[in-house]
């Protein structure tokens, strides 16, 4: 196996080639990526305020930023409320989305066509839009949501969802859900149907029932798919920061606080650049922790 | 083997999704043509009795419509075409040829992907105040591209692995040199994938909000979402106006998207499934 196939396009002498054409967009990432996070690292260590800015210069301090956000008990309630949500909303999506998938197959196409179009319709509604229609249907005042639930004999006239963090966040949650539902359906449909044909027929001609062919030959193939929508969701979800600040009024009080709106509190807020740095790199941490096999895979991938 | 029910099951729930789905979005335009009377009223009923135009005139009319559509467009245009280009050379490098390195720039470029871009509002900020691009489009359009790149290598790549190399070989043999090669042989096979990259790359531009919503102060500079945004003040929002320009900000996307949708869900798991 170990022979060299036809595959392999290059003899033996240096070629230039790959790295200039890799050159611009590496320049590009460079400056407005790399730059931002050599800066990102080197105002963690840094007390950063108005002096600071002014001056045009940090003070060194080490550690002293993180020192100082993880003994703040705030930071830890904000990274545990965090996680839940990711979870809650990753969980619901993939739950959902992979039910969805499994079912369109089994759907009159005439029904599956319209819902293929919903989805779409869905998955290409702006975030900014989104966010505004399912404000709408919650607001305060004449809410459609509030209008069906009192049909129903419900008295809760004028009801403001947002009092309460618990359906605060479901009705933000259910709003990124909603946006990614389609991507992750639509994904996991189109995986489902490259699953080989031949393979399904042969194993039902060895006597499988179709559980059997679901349970082994279906899910193991459809496995890195799964894995690779969880780690997405997950990598987008952690970071939701649009949603919660819009539905919020732009001035989230602390119980909405998640860690992307903290980081930007603290330095856009509070003008304390070098914590809102430190808090940043914490989370881009736990996020490479989560989904570090998401990378190792992607990686393969690319090696082929 | 089809059991009989699970059909049924099936296609029960599939209309109960198309309902819970689409109803937001169904409430959107609904609302767009109601007449003020009717949006403001304390017992909104589902299917409008009565249609007007007033929040589309309203919202056409209100500050700063024209100024926010010809900024998105340029600086839609300007990414699209920027980061197409520079990304078309590199996932060649990635799909087509073997150089030491190869495996750090896959994994920058899939890294790069994680960052939260929240946590790099910060330095982006400074970084671009020093160069003297707040406030400007150009710096707006030179983020985007940046946090569109690696996204768009990597679906370009995608699109590359599924062309055969043994066609390129074919052309080598018949004595096309490998710009020939590429030119004649590659390029027109991976047009369609160009196509969706583009439209995939002009709709998160079009989209996006929150760099935008820190870069730009100034009202001649806004994009869509931050018209968008204006609509809520301190007063409240304006709920029909607002819903009318949402139905205009979505059509552009809703359009292209459904050009490209069956080319997007593939080229993100390319691969992932082995046939």
């Known amino acids: ?304 | 083997m089809k059991r009989p029910n699970s059909s049924i099951f099936s296609n029960i729930s599939g209309m109960f999704a198309i309902v819970l789905m689409g109803f937001p979005v169904y409430w959107m335009v609904s609302t767009s043509f109601k007449p003020k009377g009717d949006i403001l009223s304390t017992n909104p009923t589902l299917f409008p009795h009565s249609f007007s135009l007033s929040n589309y005139t309203e919202a056409i009319t209100k500050e700063g419509f024209t100024q926010a559509l010809w900024n998105s467009v340029i600086v839609v245009v300007f990414t699209v075409a920027i980061s197409l280009f520079v990304a078309l050379f590199a996932s060649i490098a990635v799909a087509r040829m073997k150089f030491r390195g190869k495996r750090i720039y896959v994994a920058s470029i899939l890294l790069v992907q994680m960052l939260p871009l929240s946590a790099l509002l910060i330095p982006l900020y400074l970084l671009l105040s020093r160069l003297n691009l707040t406030d400007k489009l150009a710096g707006v359009v030179l983020t985007y591209i940046a946090f569109i790149l690696p996204f768009v290598v990597w679906t370009l790549r995608g699109f590359l692995i599924n062309i055969p190399v043994e066609l390129e070989e074919a052309a080598l043999v018949d004595g096309c040199t490998k710009p020939q090669a590429y030119r004649l042989v590659l390029f027109p096979l991976m047009a369609p994938g160009l196509v969706a990259t583009a439209i995939f790359a002009f709709i998160q531009a079009w989209n996006e909000f929150l760099l935008a919503y820190i870069l730009l102060s100034s009202q001649d500079k806004a994009t869509m979402p931050i018209w968008l945004a204006g609509f809520t003040n301190r007063f409240g929002t304006d709920w029909g106006p607002l819903m009318a320009a949402s139905t205009i900000t979505a059509i552009p996307v809703v359009i292209f998207f459904s050009l490209i949708q069956d080319k997007i869900a593939t080229g993100v798991t390319a691969g992932a499934v082995k046939g």
């Not at chain 1, 709408?136 to 639930?149: H, K, P, R, Y």
């Not at chain 1, 330095?267 to 070098?274: A, D, I, R, T, V």
Request: proline content about 4%; aromatic content about 14%.
């Open chain 1, 1 to 304: 196996m170990s022979t060299t196939l036809a595959r392999t396009t290059s003899p033996r002498r240096f070629k230039p080639w790959p790295y200039l054409l890799i050159a611009p967009s590496l320049i590009a990432l460079g400056i407005i990526l790399g730059f931002p996070v050599y800066k990102l690292i080197s105002l963690s260590f840094e007390r950063y305020g108005l002096a600071e800015i002014i001056a045009g210069k940090g003070t060194f301090i080490g550690l002293e930023n993180y020192r100082e956000t993880l003994k703040d008990p705030e930071f830890w309630r904000i990274l545990r409320r965090t996680l839940l949500f990711t979870f809650g909303m990753v969980s619901v999506s993939i739950v959902v989305g992979g039910w969805l998938a499994h079912l369109m197959v089994k759907m009159h196409p005439g029904i599956r066509k319209a819902l293929n179009g919903v989805l779409i319709l869905v998955w290409a509604m702006p975030q900014l839009v989104s966010i505004s229609v399912w404000r709408w249907l919650f607001s305060f005042d004449f809410s459609i949501v509030t209008a069906l639930i009192n049909s129903l004999g419900f008295e809760m006239d004028n009801h403001n969802y947002f009092v309460n963090t618990f359906s605060g966040f479901m009705i933000i949650g259910g709003c990124v859900a909603w946006g990614a539902l389609p991507f992750i359906t639509i994904s996991i449909y189109a995986a489902l149907t490259q699953v080989p044909k031949d393979l399904i027929e042969a194993a039902e001609i060895d006597g499988a029932n179709s559980r059997q062919v679901f349970r082994n030959i279906i899910l193991p193939m459809l496995l890195p798919v799964y894995i690779i929508l969880i780690s997405l969701s997950t990598i987008w979800d952690f970071q939701v920061f649009s949603h919660i600040w819009i539905f919020l009024d732009s001035r989230p009080s602390a119980e909405y606080y998640t860690m992307a709106i903290y980081a930007f509190q603290k330095s856009f807020g509070l003008s304390e650049y070098g914590m809102g740095a430190a808090i940043s790199l914490i989370m881009i941490f736990a996020l490479i922790g989560v989904t570090g096999y998401y990378l190792r895979q992607m990686m393969r991938m690319g090696d082929e």
